[in-house]
């Protein structure tokens, strides 16, 4: 067996990998795989491989049957069940995705990407607090920390409204990596949190220009523009119709290329919301938090939507859920506190005007 020579490969299809060139890796695979045939060790690195790669093309299943073929060749390989873990994010299948990260750990406990992926699941099953300690944990472990790490964490801080570390994570990820738009992305929200709506836009676009298929950053762009509320002499604040326009084909761009971004959903319920369609408004943020059951502030306007369809109960857990994940949403807190006091008005009366 050429050793050299597969290991070039196996070099060769990582890199293929981080530059989202699946095909082409699985290319190189397959010649690592014939000429690796008598060995166990590096047949099982091969299938790994070929299993991330599956998996980035949206072939889960196959993925699913080149990482359990690894799993065989090399039962004590920790890596595998973290790519594992992966291919199970991918699928929603969040339980078993944390379940293989402690089955790894248990095999190798300083493994920074089993922590980080363990991370992203709890996140995404709003499980936030948990969910940061581990990428904190996963951190502990890498030296430096990876740009995708960096971000995840900082990304999750920013839905427990930590937002000046937040800051501090993706400035980190992009002296690291200038061009890493899922960063880009990030700080885009944090300027758009201040209100910095122009730098927030100049991110995004950034980010999509970095990355074309980053389609969280067209959703965004989408939420800019309900962000920017306008004022009329009486002091309402109101969202005009060409905005509404102009977002509504944002979070549709957005879904033709990706049904599961939370963001879009939560977009879609903002547009129903300031529409008076409660209900249906209601709905899209449920869509968005069996997405991300982190995402706080959709918790805080279902909550919201609650109240003012006249579900209480519905309405208090809503907001003591959106408090919980991010102590520092006063809006949740003013609200909580009008409910539980029985002094209920309505909250959120933002309209669309022509």
């Keep these: 067996m050429n050793t050299h020579l597969v290991r070039t490969l196996l070099t060769q299809s990582q890199h293929l990998l981080s530059q989202r060139q699946p095909g082409v890796a699985l290319e190189s695979l397959q010649l690592a795989l014939t000429l690796a045939s008598e060995s166990p060790e590096f047949q099982a690195q091969v299938q790994q491989l070929r299993g991330e790669a599956l998996a980035a093309q949206g072939e889960t299943t196959a993925a699913l049957e080149a990482l359990d073929r690894a799993r065989q060749l090399d039962p004590k390989r920790a890596e595998v069940l973290v790519s594992i873990a992966k291919v199970k994010i991918l699928q929603k299948q969040y339980q078993p995705a944390i379940d293989s990260c402690w089955e790894a750990l248990a095999i190798k406990e300083d493994l920074p990407e089993a922590h980080h992926q363990m991370g992203i699941a709890l996140y995404r099953l709003g499980h936030l607090k948990a969910a940061i300690a581990a990428y904190r944990t996963a951190?502990?472990?890498?030296?430096?920390?990876?740009?995708?790490?960096?971000?995840?964490?900082?990304?999750?801080?920013?839905?427990?409204?930590?937002?000046?570390?937040?800051?501090?994570?993706?400035?980190?990820?992009l002296r690291q990596e200038p061009g890493f738009a899922p960063a880009i992305y990030g700080m885009g929200v944090i300027w758009m949190s201040r209100e910095r709506f122009a730098e927030a836009e100049q991110r995004f676009q950034q980010a999509l220009e970095r990355d074309p298929q980053l389609h969280v950053a067209t959703a965004a762009l989408g939420l800019l523009q309900l962000?920017?509320?306008?004022?009329?002499?009486?002091?309402?604040?109101?969202?005009?119709?060409?905005?509404?326009?102009?977002?509504?084909?944002?979070?549709?761009?957005?879904?033709?290329?990706?049904?599961?971004?939370?963001?879009?959903?939560?977009?879609?319920?903002?547009?129903?919301?300031?529409?008076?369609?409660?209900?249906?408004?209601?709905?899209?943020?449920?869509?968005?938090?069996?997405?991300?059951?982190?995402?706080?502030?959709?918790?805080?306007?279902?909550?919201?939507?609650?109240?003012?369809?006249g579900k209480l109960d519905l309405a208090i857990e809503e907001f003591r859920r959106a408090l919980e994940l991010n102590p520092h949403l006063p809006e949740a807190q003013k609200s909580l506190h009008k409910l539980l006091s029985q002094q209920l008005e309505n909250v959120h009366t933002d309209i669309i005007v022509d």
């Excluded at 900082?154 to 427990?160: N, P």
């Excluded at 903002?270 to 709905?283: D, H």
């Design 139 to 173: 951190e502990t472990w890498q030296t430096p920390p990876t740009p995708e790490l960096l971000t995840d964490h900082g990304l999750a801080l920013i839905q427990a409204g930590d937002w000046d570390q937040a800051e501090r994570q993706l400035s980190q990820a």
């Design 227 to 309: 962000a920017q509320k306008q004022v009329d002499p009486s002091g309402r604040r109101f969202i005009s119709s060409s905005q509404a326009e102009v977002a509504a084909a944002y979070f549709e761009s957005a879904l033709r290329q990706d049904p599961d971004i939370p963001e879009v959903y939560f977009g879609l319920g903002e547009l129903q919301r300031v529409k008076r369609n409660l209900s249906l408004a209601a709905q899209f943020y449920r869509k968005a938090l069996t997405l991300n059951n982190s995402y706080a502030l959709a918790h805080y306007r279902l909550g919201s939507v609650q109240a003012r369809l």
